[in-house]
Each structure stands twice: as structure tokens, then as C-alpha cells.
């Protein structure tokens, strides 16, 4: 069994409590971050737990290009830790002239740009992903209404093609907790991990 803490976009006071995290979190495998946040927040989280960290950059974290947190970028990668084969695509749909958005033919290209390595891993090692890593949703799955929220269309093709276990995502805020925040597509489970959620999963 891994145990990975999740965070995106909301840096939360309990996070950053070193008690608290060594009381709550000494447990945890490893830290995925899905973007939005400040290099110095998950260097200190991860200095505290002790794991190995991966991310992808959120459309507003342009200070990475100076400032990367210490960990492993997932963007456009195939990665394995802990038994577990990751891929991620990072920034948000492109609503006005800046940094780390895309359109959605710009993002369809990256995801069949992963076509190799993934199939690569399902051919020779008989192996699948287990987590898709995103800043942005999927097109109609915890997406919102406005434009800078919108989800990508190739995503779900994402999910067709490549069957990953488990999708995890966050740049959708969730104030309302009666929104939904896990949807089972075809057979992967989306997760919008905002503001951070423990996951456990065991390796196949």
C-alpha cells in the first residue's frame, strides 16, 4: 500500500504546522502536488515528511521557471515510484495571453505525445498507469462553468485510450462541499484533490 498526499492550489494552515504534520503525515509515501502552488509551501512540506515529491505546474505558477520546487515535474513524463507508473500534463485552458495555458489542440497533441512511452509500458511490461496527474479537469467532469475553468476534451480521451486507474486533478475550487469531487469515467477514478486529500493505493 502507497500513501500519497495530495495538494493543489490552497495552501492550508494544518500543513503548515511541522507538529502537525509529523503527528498527522508520517505515514505518507510520497507527495503529488496537481499545480497552484508556492515553491517554499511544498519544499517545507516536503522537508517535514521526508518523501519524495512530483508535480505539475498550475496555470499560475510561472515562478517555477526561476524558483522549481525540489521534486519531479510529471509534465508530458511517464515516471515510476513505489511500484506506481505516472504520467501528467500541467497549466489550464487558455483564457487570456499568458504562461503554462493551452488550447484544446495544444493539449490533444501532448496527450498523444505520451502515446510511446505509455504503450511502451503496457506492451513490454505489461504494465498500465496508475495515476494522471493534471492541473485541469477533464471537459465535463468537476469542470466549471467560466472559460479559465473549462476542462480538456482530450483528457477524456486520455482516459479511453490509456485506461488509468486513477485520474487527479485540482484548479476547481470546492467551497460547496456538496460538490461532486470523485467521478468514476469508463475505468478511471477522477479525483478533484483540492485542497489536498489522502490517497492510498496499492502497486498492481
Not at 71 to 78: A, E, K, R, S, T
Amino acid at each position: 500500500m502507497v500513501k500519497i498526499l495530495c495538494v493543489s492550489d490552497t495552501e492550508m494552515p494544518q500543513l503548515h504546522s511541522a507538529v502537525n504534520l509529523r503527528r498527522q503525515y508520517s505515514d505518507i509515501d510520497m507527495i503529488i502536488s496537481c499545480g497552484d502552488m508556492a515553491p517554499g509551501y511544498l519544499d517545507f512540506i516536503t522537508s517535514i515528511i521526508s518523501v519524495p515529491m512530483f508535480y505539475v505546474r498550475g496555470n499560475h505558477d510561472e515562478v517555477y521557471d526561476s524558483e522549481p520546487p525540489g521534486g519531479v515535474d510529471l509534465h508530458q513524463q511517464v515516471v515510476e515510484y513505489g511500484g506506481l507508473l505516472m504520467a501528467g500534463l500541467e497549466g489550464s485552458i487558455k483564457y487570456k495571453r499568458a504562461a503554462i495555458q493551452y488550447t484544446q489542440s495544444q493539449m490533444h497533441r501532448m496527450v498523444l505525445g505520451l502515446a510511446p512511452p505509455i504503450l511502451w509500458n503496457r506492451w513490454a511490461r505489461k504494465r498500465k498507469i496508475d495515476l494522471f496527474v493534471t492541473h485541469s479537469p477533464a471537459l465535463n467532469i468537476h469542470d466549471g462553468n467560466d472559460v479559465a475553468h473549462r476542462g480538456f476534451s482530450s483528457f477524456l480521451n486520455f482516459m479511453k485510450w490509456y485506461r488509468p486507474r486513477y485520474m487527479l486533478h485540482g484548479h476547481v475550487h470546492i467551497w460547496d462541499r456538496r460538490k461532486t469531487v470523485r467521478t468514476q469515467y469508463e475505468s478511471t477514478c477522477v479525483l478533484n484533490i483540492n485542497p489536498f486529500t489522502v490517497l492510498d493505493l496499492d502497486p498492481i
